[in-house]
């Protein structure tokens, strides 16, 4: 079917190109306020004039892992919920539920003075937040030909990057400028206009009063109908497609979390690189880091779109964008051992590149593999696996780099996504959507049961 002139689907994807920007600007602020040594200081309990020794970093080094890991684990409690909640009260109120939350949240982490009282007020943001990337899925999958979804997923996912760039920007300035509470404040206060924009902005297509007759029909030219149906986590658990997507998630998902978290401390205190960078010089190397990031998110997500338009399969054309990606995330490993600034930005932005590029196919999967109708309980389910391995990296990072240095996470950064790309291949050989009717029988059981 042709391309109609409405082209309304794509103020939807920027839509949530602004929500997922808001969404990591309020996950990034904690890792460049941790290089600050004020709130060190105030989250270790010590005196504003006493000299932070080694052993000190060392251990808030340590304790800020733990605190990562609480923001994940409520992170992924909260995607099993969020997709659950998503599939059955709608995409708008349980989007703007998970908006409100991590939005509170955010404000209310400028209150706090303990390390305590930090890991709570992540555990919170963690738990709203979750709810992003189910409902983003989901909108996807509602708005798009199955043909389209994997470069609309590119897009609003490279607000990931913009997200980060943003904070890089920004937050070091309000540092300086106001202290360190007001970056939580400042950024905290953006959600409560995304829940305005949001609520006001969207609905479904069929409800949509600015959507043409026309572009409504291309949207569902090649959709399945799909009949209300409410399938159980435990169920969707038994087919090898939904596998295939966490394994996915569990093995990248980690790495993406590690960069997001350690990489302004790897600039700020890594002895190796010719020139350290901190709060007054993070702006520029993380502004070409995440707009490559973004390049890479587009560009592979339009790569595995332009395959199909050549006639691939999509099962050749995901799989092959994988690979890809997998492979340019390889050299990462020399990052840490390079004494080149230059060097260790360009290697770590071609990992992020490609890590998004990866990422923005991954999520195309759930939509491709399954009915609209849970796609956003798939794609929880697929963040909650990648999220506790985020968690289990999350808690042995700080370990790991106080003892032996970034070397052997970059390491473990370089191979994930080959790995993984294996197993996906091993457990789905071929990307075989499940049908409606098959889960309308399994639905029928469950009903009897």
């Known amino acids: 079917m042709p391309t109609p002139s409405g082209r309304f689907r794509w103020r939807i994807v920027a839509l949530l190109f602004l929500a997922t920007t808001i969404n990591y600007i309020d996950r990034q602020v904690l890792s460049f306020t941790m290089t600050d040594e004020v ?4 989250m270790l309990d010590i005196a504003p004039d006493t000299v932070l020794t080694k052993e000190a970093n060392d251990r808030f080094k340590v304790l800020y892992g733990d605190v990562d890991a609480a923001f994940k684990f409520a992170y992924a409690i909260g995607f099993l919920l969020a997709g659950w909640l998503v599939d059955r009260i709608g995409t708008k109120r349980g989007f703007s539920l998970g908006i409100l939350v ?31 990337f189910p409902s983003a899925i989901k909108t996807i999958a509602e708005w798009f030909p199955r043909r389209e979804r994997s470069f609309a997923n590119g897009l609003f996912n490279a607000g990931t990057n913009v997200g980060i760039i943003l ?25 409560f206009g995304l829940l305005i924009f949001w609520w006001l902005l969207y609905s479904k297509p069929e409800r949509h009063p600015k959507l043409s007759a026309e572009e409504l029909a291309y949207i569902r030219a090649d959709a ?56 007054k010089s993070f702006g520029l190397p993380f502004l070409i880091i995440y707009v490559v990031s973004d390049a890479g998110s587009i560009f ?50 071609l990992a992020t590149a490609a890590h998004q590029g990866w990422s923005a196919n991954m999520y195309t999967f759930a939509s491709d593999l399954f009915p609209r109708n ?46 993984a790309l294996i197993l996906i291949h091993l457990i789905l050989p071929k990307l075989e959507p499940v049908k409606t009717e098959e889960l309308m029988g399994d639905y029928m059981v469950d009903s009897k049961q």
Do not use: H
């Not at 709130?39 to 105030?42: A, L, M, S, Y």
């Open 300 to 349: 592979f997500g339009w790569l595995s779109t332009q395959f199909m338009r050549w006639g691939w399969s999509a099962n050749r054309a995901r799989k092959t964008t994988l690979l890809i990606c997998a492979l340019c995330v390889v050299p990462i490993f020399f990052a840490a051992q390079t004494n080149s600034l230059t060097i260790a930005i360009a290697l770590i932005a």
């Open 224 to 279: 399945e109908k799909t009949p209300p149906l409410k399938v159980s986590w435990s169920r969707l658990l038994s087919y090898k497609q939904t596998w295939a997507f966490a394994v996915g998630k569990l093995m990248s998902d980690p790495i993406w979390w590690f960069y997001m978290s350690w990489l302004p401390d790897f600039f700020n205190s890594n002895d190796a690189l010719d020139e350290r960078l901190d709060l």
């Open 102 to 132: 991590w939005s509170v949240a955010g404000v209310l982490t400028a209150s706090v003075n303990t390390i305590a009282g930090l890991s709570w007020m992540r555990a919170l943001l963690g738990l709203g937040e979750s709810a992003n």
């Open 374 to 419: 849970v796609v956003a309980s798939v794609t929880g389910i697929g963040g909650m696996f990648g999220t506790v391995g985020g968690i289990l990296l999350a808690l042995l990072a700080g370990r790991i780099i106080t003892a032996f240095g970034y070397l052997p996470m970059f390491i473990v950064a370089s191979c994930s996504y080959l790995i």
């Open 167 to 191: 904070t890089a920007l920004a937050v070091p300035y309000l540092i300086l400028q106001f202290g360190w509470r007001s970056s939580f404040l400042v950024t905290g206060v953006l959600g």
């Open 39 to 42: 709130f060190r200081k105030e």
